[in-house]
């Protein structure tokens, strides 16, 4: 029987692969690069084969990848391990990329094209203080565009995102595959049946620049927000900005501010989106999209950047939503306003017919035929 290679790190998503594709009829066999040397977040590691980068295992396991039909990478952030693999991989051995999307958008001719002008500027700021008075770090290692020539089918669930990929890689016969790491009940878990009750604000899903904090700050002090908190998770992400991200909130907000500094778990994070019906999501990239869907889910007036290609995707799936540049001003009456009730049905309607659980299984089994066909 032909066998597919999944190839993945210590990251929050390889659970969700190891158990979409530990079937026999997946035809899959796992190897887990660790990132690091620390200790393991992954559940079912146990049903991989660990390989540390370097090693001898790691030379035979570049020997041996003509034994696979394809090869999945899921994820390409680490150009030490997968420079060599992608050069290793045989003629007629398929290889299949899972777009996570900063591997893309991290890239140093585009990066900064994704900040809000205030973002930039403080992120400006912040280089040159590092450069001039900090400790010397290292930039910030992408696998480079040449070696995406290798790859043959780029998976996500947003065609979009496989547009903007194919386009920036000039890669016109890369082809296209469904994927998701999990379906709507599963990112919903324990709240799947319920509603958003309060009144409150989430901004944003971690501390990164690329959520442009700054940007929406000013555009949020110019509405009344009443006795509204508001809540920005930032238990992930860049330690700088996990500090200075409260110093700014909270000389606008007070005491209405609330940070997440602390990880939590899924189920328990979705129970504090319930305390809110507005999220704004002020990305230009497509980042945080779990968080949006579970706003949407929840019922919450969902705002995001119009520049964001995620816009793109919402549009071409049906749901209703918001432009942060068009309707999050003060002189929208409905600014924090419930959404109707009718909304919240359609919303969610939308969502299942994209994103069920049985729409993820039958695309994975659409993946697995598609590469193991010799």
């Known amino acids: 029987m032909s066998k597919i290679l999944h190839i993945v790190t210590d990251e929050k998503f390889t659970d969700y692969a190891i ?3 530990s079937l026999p009829e997946m035809c899959s066999e796992f190897v887990l690069i660790p990132s690091n040397d620390g200790t393991l ?36 952030h680490w150009p030490k391990w997968q420079i060599p693999l992608l050069k290793a991989v045989p003629d007629g051995v398929k290889v299949a990329w899972v777009f996570w999307g900063g591997e893309l ?81 599963e990112t919903m878990g324990t709240v799947f049946d319920k509603q958003c009750y309060g009144s409150n604000i989430w901004i944003g899903n971690s501390a990164t620049i690329s ?10 002090r110019k509405i009344e927000i009443g ?19 409260p110093r700014v ?13 602390d990880f939590v778990p899924r189920d328990e994070y979705n129970e504090k989106m319930l305390s809110c019906n507005v999220m704004i999501q002020p990305h230009y990239l497509s980042q945080g999209v779990g968080n949006i869907l579970t706003g949407l889910w929840l019922g919450m007036r969902v705002y995001i950047s119009e520049k964001c290609i995620t816009a793109d995707y919402l549009k071409q799936i049906g749901v209703t939503f918001f432009t942060i540049e068009h309707d999050l001003r003060k002189s929208n009456p409905d600014v924090f306003a419930p ?33 193991t066909r010799r």
Request: net charge positive.
């Open 19 to 21: 158990r979409q594709f």
């Open 41 to 76: 977040e992954v559940k079912y590691a146990n049903q991989c084969t660990m390989v540390r980068q370097g090693s001898k295992e790691f030379s035979a396991l570049l020997s041996n990848l003509g034994n696979y039909c394809a090869i999945v990478l899921h994820g390409m």
């Open 105 to 185: 958008y991290g890239q140093s001719d585009i990066a900064n094209s994704f900040l809000a002008p205030v973002d930039k500027c403080i992120n400006t700021i912040h280089a040159l203080q590092k450069m001039l008075f900090g400790k010397p770090q290292p930039p910030m290692a992408f696998v480079p565009k040449e070696f995406y020539s290798r790859v043959d089918y780029c998976l996500t669930a947003m065609p979009v995102e496989y547009e903007f990929a194919k386009s920036y890689l000039n890669r016109p016969d890369m082809k296209y595959l469904w994927y998701n790491y999990y379906s709507i009940e």
């Open 211 to 220: 959520c442009n904090y700054f940007d929406t700050i000013l555009r949020l």
């Open 227 to 245: 006795d509204r908190e508001v809540i920005v998770p930032l238990s992930y992400g860049s330690p700088w900005l996990m500090n200075y991200i």
């Open 249 to 261: 909130y909270r000389r606008v907000l007070g005491d209405k501010f609330k940070p997440l500094m």
């Open 339 to 371: 959404l109707p009730q009718s909304v919240i049905d359609h919303n969610r309607q939308m969502l299942l017919k994209e994103t069920s659980m049985q729409r993820t299984i039958d695309a994975n089994i659409k993946m697995v035929q598609e590469l």
